[in-house]
T-cell receptor, first 110, second 112 residues
Framework: DQQVKQNSPSLSVQEGRISILNCDYT??????FLWYKKYPAEGPTFLIS?????DKNEDGRFTVFLNKSAKHLSLHIVPSQPGDSAVYFC?????????FGDGTTLTVKP | KAGVTQTPRYLIKTRGQQVTLSCSPI?????VSWYQQTPGQGLQFLFE???????NKGNFPGRFSGRQFSNSRSEMNVSTLELGDSALYLC???????????FGPGTRLTVL
């Protein structure tokens, strides 16, 4: 039973446009959510997070939205830049344990 | 502060052999987790250690084991290697009570 799902394996957007990456979860006990970004040959790096008591968190070009009733999380990148091309993982936390999605490969075309 | 380091970065083994991977967490981080990443499978949680004790364990066979030392460094061992064990093995550390994980660059294991 996969508790965290990223249903889109890949996403391609034009530079300057918005990128929207989605994540769904099934466990209502998750109380903290994070997005990580991964470049080839490197480990994932933390990007942005949100607590379950909030519905939005913004950091520069990155905004994470949380819809608890729908058990849905999304990451918006505006404007998208070629350097944003990477694999993005969402992660959900319950009792200190992180569960990751399978990742979405974002390609931003110049 | 130095980041999470993992050694070796690349490893080639044959079926049936065993392998030991090493991870040094960020100074002050006492929690170390291990993940397996394979194409299309995302990050699969192996186990987490805190203060030399295994705190959480994922759904992997007993061939996968780990340990943590008093200086928080951790090792992961895989015995009787199978072709399907070929993957990127990532180690991550975090502060006590922290939720953000800091990942190392990974060890790329290839089993022939």
């Amino acid at each position: 039973d996969q508790q965290v799902k990223q249903n889109s394996p890949s996403l391609s957007v034009q530079e300057g446009r918005i990128s929207i990456l989605n994540c769904d979860y099934t466990n209502s006990m998750f109380d903290y959510f994070l997005w990580y970004k991964k470049y080839p040959a490197e480990g994932p790096t933390f990007l942005i997070s949100i607590s379950s008591i909030k519905d939005k968190n913004e950091d520069g070009r990155f905004t994470v939205f949380l819809n608890k009733s729908a058990k849905h999380l999304s990451l918006h990148i505006v404007p998208s830049q070629p350097g944003d091309s990477a694999v993005y993982f969402c992660a959900a936390i319950n009792a200190g344990k992180s569960t990751f999605g399978d990742g979405t490969t974002l390609t931003v075309k110049p | 502060k130095a980041g999470v380091t993992q050694t070796p970065r690349y490893l080639i083994k044959t079926r049936g052999q065993q392998v030991t991977l090493s991870c040094s967490p960020i100074s002050g981080h006492r929690s170390v987790s291990w993940y397996q990443q394979t194409p299309g499978q995302g990050l699969q949680f192996l186990f987490e250690y805190f203060s030399e004790t295994q705190r959480n364990k994922g759904n992997f066979p007993g061939r996968f084991s780990g340990r943590q030392f008093s200086n928080s460094r951790s090792e992961m061992n895989v015995s009787t290697l199978e072709l399907g064990d070929s993957a990127l093995y990532l180690c991550a550390s975090r502060l006590p009570g922290g939720d953000t994980q800091y990942f190392g660059p990974g060890t790329r294991l290839t089993v022939l």
